[in-house]
């Protein structure tokens, strides 16, 4: 389950009448800690990345046309990205994924995370690769806001 950032929130609210879409060009990473509870408040600050030799954020490369999940929400969804480390000497637990806006390790704007069931994903060497598929959900009927009635 993603778990949006107020700022992306803003930010996909800004440009929901633009040609450029809020998750255009998102960056995806892990991380292995995190010092807050889960929630719209977090930042990049809140998080410690993964760093075992060989990490490095990813770019979600075009996300699909909008389709109905087979839970019923409403979704888009990017092809599989592969982690895996270059050695085995230091091996970490994946305790989710970030979604940022930068490429940068420690860096940019922090759109949402998706954390991982306990006790995360371990990747102890180069026999090891998490391979993640990127998937943003609506709930399709969802409460999305409406004009007031002034007269």
Do not use: C
């Not at 609506?138 to 409460?143: D, E, K, Q, T, Y």
């Amino acid at each position: 389950m993603n778990i949006p950032m107020n700022a992306f929130l803003q930010e996909l609210l800004a440009k929901g009448t633009s040609d450029t879409a809020g998750l255009d060009g998102v960056w995806i990473g892990l991380y292995i800690g995190i010092n807050a509870s889960p929630g719209p408040n977090l930042t990049m600050a809140n998080l410690t990345e993964a760093s075992y030799d060989g990490y490095a954020r990813q770019q979600v490369g075009a996300w699909t046309e909008p389709y109905l999940s087979s839970d019923g929400q409403n979704a888009v969804i990017d092809g599989a990205l592969h982690f895996r480390p270059s050695d085995s000497s230091f091996p970490q637990t994946m305790l989710g994924a970030l979604y940022g806006s930068s490429s940068v390790s420690g860096g940019g704007n922090l759109i949402m995370i998706d954390p991982f069931p306990a006790p995360g994903v371990g990747l102890l060497g180069p026999n090891n690769v998490l391979s993640y598929v990127p998937e943003f959900e609506l709930p399709a009927g969802g409460n999305y806001g409406g004009g007031d009635v002034l007269s």
